[in-house]
Nanobody
């Protein structure tokens, strides 16, 4: 599976962005999908995950209530809707695919990674 993330950019605090992650191949619906991020000078951290059916989702405490993960298996795409953005959300955001089909928060379960898209939130 090859993953291509897009949708990053510069936004003011309180604004919104929607990230997309397009997957190649015909087996997208078998994979659980996750979003992770790496802020400058920090370790990569979990943001959100969704299982292969799209019925189960998980969020980090820092984004719960502000971000929404969703997927469209017909379009081989997973999304991350980000609302009420804060300067501390500034990071490179990565999408990843989990071959077990679950919604893991642990990055070690993910087999494939996209190239990342930069989100910058100004105060």
């Amino acid at each position: 599976v090859q993953l291509q993330a897009s949708g990053g950019g510069l936004v003011q605090a309180g604004g919104s962005l929607r990230l997309s992650c397009a997957a190649s191949g015909r087996t997208f619906s078998r994979y659980g999908m996750g979003w992770f991020r790496r802020a400058p000078g920090k370790e990569r951290e979990f943001v959100a995950a969704i299982n292969r059916s799209g019925f189960v989702r998980s969020y980090s405490d820092s984004v719960k209530g502000r971000f929404t993960i969703s997927r469209d298996n017909a379009k081989n795409t997973v999304y991350l809707q980000m609302n009420s953005l804060k300067p501390e959300d500034t990071a490179v955001y990565y999408c990843a695919a989990d071959g077990l089909g679950d919604y893991n928060e642990d990055s070690r379960y993910y087999d494939y990674w996209g190239q990342g898209t930069l989100v910058t939130v100004s105060s």
